[in-house]
T-cell receptor, first 113, second 114 residues
């Protein structure tokens, strides 16, 4: 069965610090990969996604993620975080040609000014 | 702009009571998902529909949970009887295709069963 691991459950950073959130999945076949974000009091929304092509994917608000197939990883990065990035971040994987999205347990990011 | 809506936003009920949660997907979306979010398990897929037909409800406890789409603008998730372990946030999401497509999430229903 597919699974997604997000090793960092809670990350605390100061503004302007760099961010990297880990995501690893277990599935041997072709996958589609997603990062969703949930800002305080808001619904989940898509941050970025990878289907094929360039393994470095750029999303909204300066976020990017790199798909490393050999490591089954899809880590999320941002060079300089802002207070407004305080949110919960979810990695998700979809096995190609299936309907289901499998989510990780999420990483709570707190950014202090 | 178009959004998924869910009602109620909060529900507190007593063990044994019936709970019904409603979701209005984005107009034109043909796929609707129900998720449950808890601290321990994270986001779990309970069930999903395409063109109103249930495709998979393997994530739901069958004896007490049921999901339906009476029409294209309404999806319901019912728990009867409710138990304290059902306390969670229940999200509805809609999209144009399967899991490979972006899913648009509603604000969730926070359920507390006493």
């Amino acid at each position: 069965a597919q699974s997604v691991s997000q090793h960092n459950h809670h990350v605390i950073l100061s503004e302007a610090a760099s961010l990297e959130l880990g995501c690893n999945y277990s599935y041997g076949g072709t996958v589609n990969l997603f990062w969703y974000v949930q800002y305080p009091g808001q619904h989940l929304q898509l941050l970025l996604k990878y289907f094929s092509g360039d393994p470095l994917v750029k999303g909204i608000k300066g976020f990017e993620a790199e798909f490393i197939k050999s490591k089954f990883s899809f880590n999320l990065r941002k060079p300089s975080v802002q207070w407004s990035d305080t949110a919960e971040y979810f990695c998700a994987v979809n096995a190609y040609n299936t309907d289901k999205l499998i989510f990780g347990t999420g990483t709570r990011l707190q950014v202090f000014p | 702009d178009a959004r998924v809506t869910q009602t109620p936003r909060h529900k507190v009920t007593e063990m044994g009571q019936e709970v019904t949660m409603r979701c209005q997907p984005i107009l034109g979306h043909n796929t609707v998902f129900w998720y449950r979010q808890t601290m321990m398990q994270g986001l779990e897929l309970l069930a999903y529909f395409r063109n109103r037909a249930p495709l998979d409800d393997s994530g739901m406890p069958k004896d007490r949970f049921s999901a339906e789409m009476p029409d294209a603008t309404l999806a319901t998730l019912k728990i009867q009887p409710s138990e304290p372990r059902d306390s969670a946030v229940y999200f509805c999401a809609s999209g144009l295709g399967g899991g490979y497509d972006e899913q648009f999430f509603g604000p969730g229903t926070r359920l507390t069963v006493l």
